[in-house]
């Protein structure tokens, strides 16, 4: 016969073995047998779980004998039954309700907020980390609520809050933006002086179209840290998403004041010029973020990639076409498959540059990186027409036009194509 009983602190645990099995000294080991001589207990282990159910357990086997079977019974006895084996409260579904859960586990860890037990909120930390191993999130968040009430220095220490975060990313892929913002706020309530909860609540508002909001929780998290990069960068996209550029310039300017040696933030001026079709101030903010050099430049290549495809993509729109093609082959250096470059840099020399050897070099190299390119196959298909090679032409085309099957000037060109078939026949 064995007996498996739950504790929620060592310290419960010890105590119960010295009154009620009169056990004085103990050795803390889990899965070992702990004591093999006492009447009608063939063994005595300490166990960390029960089950999946974390926990400071006993593990008793009782001897067949009479002492054995009576001790079993005193036990049984003295234990309450949410105390035994799989009668301890762990909740598994979803459907228990707020009160349902808070009852449940102040019961199960005599929760109060007088008490501090460090073992008792240790395990009942771990019983949440576990809930989310197995995504059960809605229980997560009602025991973190639980722990919020009770023990919020708890949650302080050791940034356990960041559990909150982890939720907040875990309901915004659910769609449930209402309760990941309120993860975040609770998160922010946890560790006031920091700004994370404000950047992660304005990204979360700018990818669900709720720029208005962004905006107003980046002015707040800006009051604790003004100088903060990636919050005057969020604010900025969130300024530009909605047409507020002249605003944009405005707080950038005068953030550039502050510090005219960051790099970020000449580039997020570059885009807001880029944006309004600015294309000269936009490479001269671009440029000037590339003038400025620091010591961990090495770690920011895709900084450094964006600048220059960013240039490129100016000097394109101003019809300069050698300056655009420097500087997009300079995006190759860093990322020598980048598909948006290599498509740039096959359309320059093909409309503009007219080099098809070369126009033909990215455009293959793109459709080998990508081969459900449309934008590829039909510019391959294009090159190939030029060359006179129709029936590959043609393959490549008609392949676009399954890639794209809305777009027009792929059926413009296979109607030309055909055109030029049928007078090739004469």
């Given amino acids: 016969m064995k007996l498996n009983i739950f504790f929620a602190s060592n310290i419960e645990r010890i105590e119960f073995l010295n009154k009620q099995l009169n056990i004085k000294q103990i050795n803390n080991i889990d899965n070992q047998i702990l004591f093999s001589e006492i009447d009608g207990l063939d063994s005595l282990k300490f166990k960390n779980n029960f089950g999946k159910i974390p926990g400071y357990w006993i593990e008793t086997d009782f001897s067949k004998t009479k002492s054995g079977k009576e001790l079993y019974a005193r036990l049984i006895s003295i234990v309450p039954a949410d105390k035994r084996n799989n009668n301890v409260f762990y909740p598994i579904t979803n ?8 009852i449940g586990w102040t019961n199960k860890y005599n929760f109060s907020i007088k008490d501090s037990c460090k073992d008792k909120w240790s395990l009942f930390f771990k019983e949440l980390k576990s809930h989310m191993k197995y995504e059960r999130m809605d229980i997560v968040f009602s025991g973190l609520n639980l722990a919020l009430k009770y023990n919020p220095f708890f949650l302080k220490k050791y940034r356990r809050y960041y559990l909150f975060e982890e939720l907040a990313y875990y309901y915004e892929e659910e769609g449930n ?4 913002i309120k993860c975040l706020r609770l998160q922010g309530m946890l560790n006031p002086k920091s700004i994370e909860p404000y950047l992660n609540m304005s990204s979360f508002y700018i990818i669900n179209g709720l720029e208005e909001d962004a905006i107003q929780v980046c002015k707040e998290g800006l009051k604790k840290s003004p100088q903060d990069q990636y919050l ?11 047409g507020n550029h002249s605003f944009a310039l405005i707080f950038l300017r005068k953030a550039l004041e502050n510090d005219n040696e960051n ?20 490479i001269k903010c671009y440029k000037m973020a590339l003038s400025i050099k620091q010591g961990n430049d090495e770690d920011v290549p895709g900084f450094y990639a964006d600048l220059y495809s960013a240039i490129g993509a100016c000097y394109s729109e101003e019809e300069k076409y050698d300056d655009a093609v420097k500087y997009y082959k300079k995006v190759l250096i860093y990322n020598r498959n980048d598909t948006y470059t290599l498509l740039s840099l096959s359309q320059i020399y093909f409309y503009y540059l007219k080099d098809m050897e070369i126009a ?3 455009t293959k190299l793109l459709v080998d990186q990508v081969p459900d390119s449309g934008f590829g196959q039909y510019q391959l298909g294009l090159i190939y027409f030029d060359q006179g090679n129709l029936e590959k032409s043609r393959w490549h085309l008609y392949k676009a036009r399954r890639l794209m099957p809305n777009y027009g000037p792929v059926h413009d060109a296979i109607d030309i194509l055909k055109k030029s078939s049928d007078l090739a026949k004469y």
């Fill in 263 to 282: 790099k970020l933030l000449w580039k997020l001026m570059g885009n807001i010029y880029y944006e309004i079709e600015n294309n000269k101030d936009a």
């Fill in 232 to 242: 005057i960068s969020n604010l900025i996209i969130a300024l530009s998403n909605i």
């Fill in 177 to 180: 933006l209402t309760k990941a």
């Fill in 95 to 102: 459907d228990l309700s707020l009160r349902e859960l808070h």
């Fill in 360 to 362: 033909f070099k990215y």
